[in-house]
């Protein structure tokens, strides 16, 4: 589940109901786009490196300030991130 400090950034679903572990996608690029050190520390405990930064290869909704920031963070190079391409 969701913990309460962070129900602001998930405000357009039903966070009762909200499994992130069913969506994995939604949850890390939720979070990598709009988290703040909080949350990055709950999403690093909850979801694997490789998830993490399979999301980032493949997510293209990110903003590309905010996937260049993480393909930094993670060592990914820009042409790898979907965002950036």
């Known amino acids: 589940m969701i913990p309460d400090q962070l129900q602001s950034f998930f405000w357009d679903i039903r966070i009762a109901d909200f499994d992130p572990k069913k ?25 694997t490196e490789e998830e993490i930064t399979r999301v980032l290869r493949l997510e293209r909704r990110l903003s590309a300030k905010s996937a ?17 391409n």
Do not use: K
């Open 23 to 47: 969506y994995p996608d939604y949850t890390i690029a939720r979070i990598l786009e709009l988290g703040n050190p909080e949350a990055v520390s709950w999403l690093q405990q909850n979801f």
């Open 68 to 84: 260049n920031y993480w393909a930094l963070i993670y060592r990914i190079s820009a042409e790898e991130v979907a965002a950036l």
